[in-house]
């Protein structure tokens, strides 16, 4: 499985951005997606997550701004990330998994940054 993720860059507080990570490969048993981020000197956490089938989970510091989302005919998932804050600022990392065989995979990563 590879991922591939885009849409990040730079942004104003209070702005907004898209991710956006297209799966290929052996597919068919992904079944979660997620996003995580890394900042600068810290671990890496995880930002959200959704179900093949839609049910979604998110880090409490970004519920009620950011909405991940996913295109099963696309293999695509996203980010929709509204009212950033300085803090978000960090590497953002696509992860999918196989629950079956617990194999994960991660993407290159993309760079979000929000100057205050």
């Known amino acids: 499985v590879q991922l591939q993720a885009s849409g990040g860059g730079l942004v104003q507080a209070g702005g907004s951005l898209r991710l956006s990570c297209v799966a290929s490969?052996?597919?068919?048993?992904?079944?979660?997606m997620a996003w995580y981020c890394q900042a600068p000197g810290k671990e890496r956490v995880l930002v959200a997550k959704?179900?093949?089938?839609?049910?979604?989970n998110y880090a409490d510091s970004v519920k009620g701004r950011f909405t991940v989302s996913r295109d099963n005919t696309k293999n695509t998932v996203y980010l929709q990330m509204n009212s950033l804050k300085s803090e978000d600022t960090a590497v953002y990392y696509c992860?999918?998994?196989?629950?079956?065989?617990?194999?994960?995979?991660w993407g290159q990563g993309t760079q979000v940054t929000v100057s205050s």
């Open positions: 992860n999918a998994l196989d629950l079956l065989s617990a194999a994960e995979y």
């Open positions: 490969g052996s597919i068919s048993r992904i079944n979660v």
């Open positions: 959704i179900a093949r089938g839609g049910t979604s």
